[in-house]
């Protein structure tokens, strides 16, 4: 069980610091057929994604999504590194 919770509590903070790259990245202009911006799509979309449906953005166009997602990822970090 040990090595389980390490391995998810990893993968949640591995996906908590992508998502907070791409919340940065989105700050910043960049081209949307950038490698590196497709990749971090690609591995963070699976986590905002199902929150996106869920919550709207707030007037339209602040998106408080990634922020929910990482909450969420650390509460399911801290609660996993608990049990182990």
């Known amino acids: 069980m040990n090595v389980i919770a390490t ?6 903070e591995a996906l908590t610091i992508l ?4 919340a940065i990245m989105s700050w910043v202009p960049t081209s949307p057929g950038n490698q590196f911006v497709m990749f ?3 591995l963070t979309d699976p986590v905002l994604n199902p929150l996106r449906r869920l919550i709207p ?4 166009t602040i998106d408080i999504t990634p922020l929910i ?3 969420l990822l650390q509460v399911i970090g801290t ?3 608990q049990l182990a």
Do not use: D, T
């Open 19 to 22: 998502i907070i790259i791409r």
């Open 40 to 42: 971090l799509h690609q």
């Open 57 to 60: 953005p707030i007037g339209g």
């Open 69 to 71: 997602a990482i909450v």
């Open 7 to 12: 391995i998810i509590e990893w993968l949640c």
């Open 79 to 81: 609660y996993v590194g």
